[in-house]
């Protein structure tokens, strides 16, 4: 089989940093927190960690408008702390990803200054201008141009108008991208996670801002500027990649990403007039039937970033919840669902613990981009203000980062200072409490880990087949995992009743439930047939 390459063997663990843990007390998580709780990390078998963007920013929308590409914001510490927590991780067998963003930057980066300054600077054609805008439409609403009076020229900002659009025409900036990355991994960090990366050969003025026709010779670029020759780890946001799409950016041959992240199961909620803050209940079995299609689409071409949890989705306790149903019963499931399906698994904060959404009294405790325009929005279109405010507060993005809860003490022991934004229910949810009972979720997840992770199962989930078992019937979510005679199954019941167990009798591995001849709604079983 030849040697594997690295970003197949890795569990990936994504910190929020603002929101992880303070270790300098100002109410906003840092460097310097991560690297206190490195062995906290490292004690649930993950192997590498992804940190949303910790670089210099205004921070109008969480950091992900950097000002600068080579400098750690002031309020997550300095490039020092990045390097000690490069090094700290190491010996404790962890990886570090860094969130690259590189579809736009900040306004207040110096190219855009520059690009500002007029129409013949070098730095003007970093970004995309235009004299005649159309009618594209930013993601965080409104139009997606903004008018520059001194240069009676619009500038394109697919997110925030903060945010304008790098301009990937342009090889000198191509050139100082590809320099940055270099830096970086010279530096230590393992690869990137790259943000909006679908955006880059956008064709503005035909309407297209995703997959253009540059997209993936700009990959290849990347990859052979940046990472030929390196064992480097490299997944890309893609919202728009379909199953046919995603082998033109996994295939191995063709040189560009290791993984990207596929939204299907979560857009399929999303067709609505107001988008994710219309949102409709999840049917597992729909999207069980998207991640199987997706398992199944040319193996040989993809490797599958596993997830159902991040910065930018609801946390799975929420989306998924029932009446009835435990939330560590639907979190272990989705945590054991993606550790065991073909492809690399990420977790992210507080999905470990099950944490869920808190619940916001006020606007002013909204604090993201997106739910502040779209609550302007929707009072435009002359939708209440208490509804307005339920849609955006309740389907925001804010409920996926609140601070971690670690205990029971002030703030959820995040920091001693009032947090940048509100806790989560830390009293009946927090690290502490469920370290120490046996059935909690974070007991279950270490063991799922160590058993994915081990010498005899590794191989079979890195390398081995996938198959769906419909065979069971349609309240069943299964599938085999087969390597030479080895072969496990998973089982889980997404119904709304309790299911026989079909798999009583074989060897278990895992189950969230205990042994017993009925699975309940969430209940899963591993076995080894």
């Known amino acids: 089989m030849g040697i594997v390459p690295s970003f197949k063997n890795q569990v990936v663990y994504q910190i929020y940093p603002r929101s992880f843990y303070d270790g300098n007390e100002d109410g906003t998580g840092d460097l310097r927190g991560i690297i206190e709780k490195l062995d906290y990390i490292a004690s649930l078998g993950v192997t590498a960690i992804w940190i949303s963007p910790c670089f210099k920013s205004p921070f109008k929308d969480g950091g992900y408008d950097i000002s600068n590409y080579y400098e750690v914001d002031p309020l997550f510490g300095n490039n020092a702390d990045l390097d000690d927590l490069i090094k700290e991780a190491k010996k404790r067998n962890l990886r570090i990803i860094l969130d690259l963003v590189v579809n736009h930057t900040s306004d207040q980066h110096p190219w855009f200054q520059e690009a500002l300054k007029s129409r013949d600077n070098p730095y003007h054609d970093y970004y995309i201008w235009t004299k005649k805008p159309n009618d594209l439409r930013s993601v965080f609403g409104g139009p997606a141009y903004e008018y520059v009076p001194e240069l009676d020229e619009y500038y394109l900002h697919l997110f925030a108008k903060e945010q304008p659009d790098l301009n990937w025409a342009n090889p000198k900036l191509r050139a100082e991208i590809h320099k940055m990355m270099n830096y970086w991994l010279d530096r230590g960090v393992y690869g990137f996670r790259e943000d909006v990366i679908e955006n880059i050969g956008k064709v503005p003025e035909k309407m297209i801002t995703t997959n253009g026709p540059m997209l993936h010779p700009y990959l290849h670029e990347i990859y052979e500027q940046v990472f030929k020759g390196r064992d480097a780890f490299t997944v890309g946001e ?23 992240f596929q939204f299907a199961w979560f857009k399929k909620y999303e067709a609505t007039p107001h988008g994710k803050f219309d949102r409709l209940s999840p049917d597992l079995h729909e999207i069980r039937d998207i991640i199987f299609a997706q398992q199944e689409t040319e193996p040989e071409k993809s490797w599958n970033a596993n997830f159902l949890s991040n910065h930018d989705l609801p946390r799975p306790t929420a989306f998924f919840a029932r009446p009835g149903v435990d939330p560590e019963d639907i979190a272990k499931f989705t945590l054991s669902l993606n550790l065991f399906l073909s492809g690399t698994p990420f977790i992210y904060q507080g999905e470990e613990i099950a944490m869920g959404h808190p619940h916001f009294d006020s606007l002013e405790e909204l604090r993201d981009v997106e739910e502040l325009n779209h609550y302007k929005l929707f009072l435009e279109e002359g939708i209440p203000e208490d509804k307005a405010f339920q849609m955006v507060s309740i389907n925001g993005r804010d409920n996926s980062r609140t601070p971690m809860q670690w205990s029971d003490a002030k703030n959820g022991g995040f920091s001693a200072e009032t947090p940048w934004i509100k806790v989560g229910d830390y009293h009946t949810i927090n690290i502490e409490k469920q370290e120490k009972d046996p059935e909690s979720t974070l007991n279950f997840l270490k063991k799922a880990i160590k058993l994915r992770q081990s010498v005899a199962i590794l191989p079979i989930v890195r390398d081995g087949s996938f198959k769906a078992l419909r065979e069971y019937g349609n309240d069943y979510l299964a599938f085999e995992r087969k390597l030479g005679d080895k072969r496990l199954v998973y089982l889980a019941n997404i119904g709304d009743k309790p299911l ?11 189950q969230n439930k205990g042994e017993q001849e009925t699975l309940p709604p969430f209940g899963m079983i591993l076995v080894e047939d």
Do not use: F, I
């Open 238 to 260: 893609c919202w728009d990649a379909d199953n046919v799409s995603r082998t033109l950016y996994t295939d191995p041959q063709r040189e560009e990403l290791n993984m990207v």
């Open 500 to 510: 026989t167990n079909p798999l009583l009798g074989k060897k278990v591995l895992l």
